[in-house]
């Protein structure tokens, strides 16, 4: 499975962008989450929604700025990011994760769980 993520760019502080990442076959089938890596940083959770569509869980770095969703017509998941902050600059990734588990919190939030990795979009908020 190859997803695509797409929708990063260079954008000031306090924008908006709009994050999607296309998932061949049925969005339906998975639980997805975002991840994103800055310079010398490790890899860390952004935000995951459940493959039923009904759970989402944050990092509460991007609580109450990011929302996640779920359009399974287009195949894709939408990470909407506003009030955008230099700290929140990296490299965005979606995974996919296929065993249909109704696992919790923690359980999306590790970047083992996930099965299916795309190959990263750029985000840089400048200041």
């Known amino acids: 499975v190859q997803l695509q993520a797409s929708g990063g760019g260079l954008v000031q502080v306090g924008a908006s962008l709009r994050l999607s990442c296309e998932v061949p076959g049925r969005t339906s089938y998975y639980g997805i989450g975002w991840f994103r890596q800055a310079p010398g940083k490790e890899r860390e959770f952004v935000a995951a929604?459940?493959?039923?569509?009904?759970?989402?869980y944050y990092s509460d770095s991007v609580k109450g700025r990011f929302t996640i969703s779920r359009d399974n017509t287009k195949n894709t998941v939408v990470l909407q990011m506003n009030s955008l902050k230099p700290e929140d600059t990296a490299v965005y990734y979606c995974?996919?994760?296929?065993?249909?588990?109704?696992?919790?919190?923690?359980?999306?939030?590790?970047?083992?769980?996930?099965?299916?990795w795309g190959q990263g979009t750029q985000v840089t908020v400048s200041s």
């Open positions: 995974a996919a994760d296929r065993s249909r588990l109704s696992q919790g919190e923690g359980y999306y939030k590790t970047s083992s769980t996930y099965d299916y």
């Open positions: 929604i459940s493959y039923s569509g009904y759970s989402k």
